[in-house]
């Protein structure tokens, strides 16, 4: 499919149209000038034919020029406007040559300028063409740059989709050897069908991680899909020591999102707070509407920043993953912070002690309208949900 035509290209997207339409129109005008300048000087209706043959004589030549400048445009500037100011000089000493004629043939027999008015014939055949010519290639220039312009944002639109998948395929190992080696221990443990179970919710998470919309999308729906197909995977793991909850709120349920853009932060939630803990943590995901921000955070009950658990600054690969996606797609429009105080939902809402570690993430809202508008059956219902 051919791309689509910027809106700056406009009258110039077709260049054979623009220049014949210009090239006509540009004559017409000057044919239709000069015609009521000579009536209007009391000239005669006689002065049309000279005006009409100078008229086709300078549409002519001007194809002429237009012509050498197709070849003389690609040249060196020096070689350019060198050849160019040769053919604009000869091109008006001829045109004024014929416009001689055409006025001493058909207007004023015999006449003949000499000193001052062939120099003014010239002069002025000089600066009509001067005109064109300087109209011809700042138009070529223009649609030139704007090429390259568009050839450069197409280039740089590219690069960031390239960076961006990049960036989204970039699943952490540990989850993956971790889940890999469950899976290996319940076969040995001949529990064919817990390991058939995480095997199956293995495959769905990769599918969905690497199978995404091309322009690295999904909707708060389908990350949430992702992000308990992935919980449900550690709860093999740590079982009820493992608590999650989803609190999305329905008006966000098809905004859309960087996907898999949570799931490190609930990967660093499983590994500091639930797997250091002898009673395990909570973890709680949510999604509401802030104006026209979309707000988004990952609350634990774990021990909180420290020694052994990322900084809020975030130098480990997940956060720095997260940080770059959100400057790749949102510039500075937009919020990533890492929290450690009573500001988690779960110890605001009196359901954890202690301060924990909130991540929260803000957004522009973007709500889509999916093709199949049935939502997803996890988040029909209640606004808040509590999953076991």
Excluded at 119 to 142: E, H, P, R, V
Excluded at 185 to 213: C, D, H, P
Aim: proline residues 5%; without cysteine; glycine residues 8%.
């Amino acid at each position: 499919m051919a791309a689509p035509i910027p809106a700056t290209r406009g009258f110039f997207a077709d260049k054979n149209r623009a220049f014949w339409t210009l090239q006509i129109g540009g004559w017409a005008g000057y044919f239709l000038l000069r015609s009521l300048g000579g009536l209007a000087n009391r000239m005669g209706i006689t002065f049309i034919l000279p005006t009409i043959l100078v008229t086709v004589t300078g549409f002519s030549i001007t194809l002429l020029m237009a012509w050498a400048y197709r070849s003389a445009i690609r040249k060196k500037p020096i070689w350019a406007w060198s050849l160019t100011s040769l053919i604009v000089v000869g091109a008006a000493i001829l045109f004024s040559a014929i416009e001689v004629w055409a006025h001493a043939t058909f207007y004023e027999p015999g006449w003949r300028p000499e000193g001052i008015e062939f120099f003014g014939a010239i002069l002025l055949t000089l600066a009509i063409l001067g005109a064109w010519t300087g109209l011809y290639y700042g138009i070529n220039y223009y649609l030139m740059l704007d090429e390259q312009a568009e050839r450069f944002e197409r280039m740089s639109a590219q690069a960031n989709a390239a960076q961006l998948e990049m960036l989204r395929y970039q699943i952490n190992p540990h989850f993956l050897f971790n889940t890999l080696n469950s899976i290996s221990t319940l076969v040995l443990l001949a529990e064919t069908e817990k390991a058939n179970t995480m095997l199956s919710r293995l495959s769905s998470f990769l599918r969905y991680s690497l199978v995404g919309e091309r322009e690295g999308q999904a909707t708060v729906a389908q990350e949430v899909q992702a992000l308990k197909l992935y919980l449900e995977i550690e709860r093999t793991r740590f079982e009820d020591r493992l608590r999650t909850r989803f609190d999305i709120a329905p008006e966000v349920v098809n905004a859309r999102m960087p996907s898999l853009l949570l799931q490190p932060l609930v990967e660093n939630a499983v590994k500091y707070a639930v797997t250091p803990l002898e009673e395990g943590a909570d973890i709680w995901i949510t999604a509401r509407r802030l104006g026209d921000r979309l707000e988004l955070s990952v609350a634990d009950t774990g021990p909180g920043v420290g020694e052994n658990r990322p900084n809020p600054e975030g130098t480990g690969v997940g956060l720095a993953n997260i940080r770059e996606r959100l400057a790749q797609a949102y510039g500075d429009d937009q919020r990533f912070e890492i929290l450690n105080n009573g500001s988690s939902p779960l110890v605001q809402a009196g359901l954890a002690k202690g301060p924990g570690v909130l991540a929260l993430i803000e957004l522009p809202l973007q709500i889509v309208t999916p093709a199949d508008s049935a939502r997803h059956d996890s988040l029909a219902g209640p606004n808040y949900e509590v999953v076991t």
